[in-house]
């Protein structure tokens, strides 16, 4: 069993999901998430002697999948995904083991 992380663009998600709809999944979760990358989208602006973050939205999917079929999920959510241009997200593969031992923390 493999845990698959993948933090992609909010428009992308509709498309996603309905890729992987028939994909063989044993489970699936959604959260919005914030953040950057190497997109450098944030922004340093100086408020009143604060710095402040501008960070970009992103949806975060998680599935656990045999691992017989990581490379066929991982290989769809590119498929899907990618634009070609920076900030497109990232992909986690987790083994199962990684994962026992993060809940155990």
Not at 19 to 42: C, N, T, W
Not at 56 to 71: G, Q, S
Request: net charge neutral.
């Amino acid at each position: 069993m493999k845990q698959i992380v993948a933090i992609v663009k909010p428009f992308v998600v509709e498309d996603l999901l309905e890729s992987l709809r028939r994909a063989p999944l044993d489970a699936l979760s959604i959260r919005e998430v914030k953040g950057f990358g190497r997109q450098k989208s944030y922004l340093d602006q100086y408020a009143e002697s604060e710095y402040t973050h501008a960070f970009i939205p992103k949806v975060e999917i998680t599935l656990w999948v045999d691992d017989l079929r990581v490379e066929e999920i991982v290989r769809k959510i590119v498929e899907v995904s990618r634009t070609g241009r920076i900030g497109d997200g990232k992909i986690f593969v987790l083994s199962a083991n990684s994962h026992e031992a993060l809940m155990a923390l």
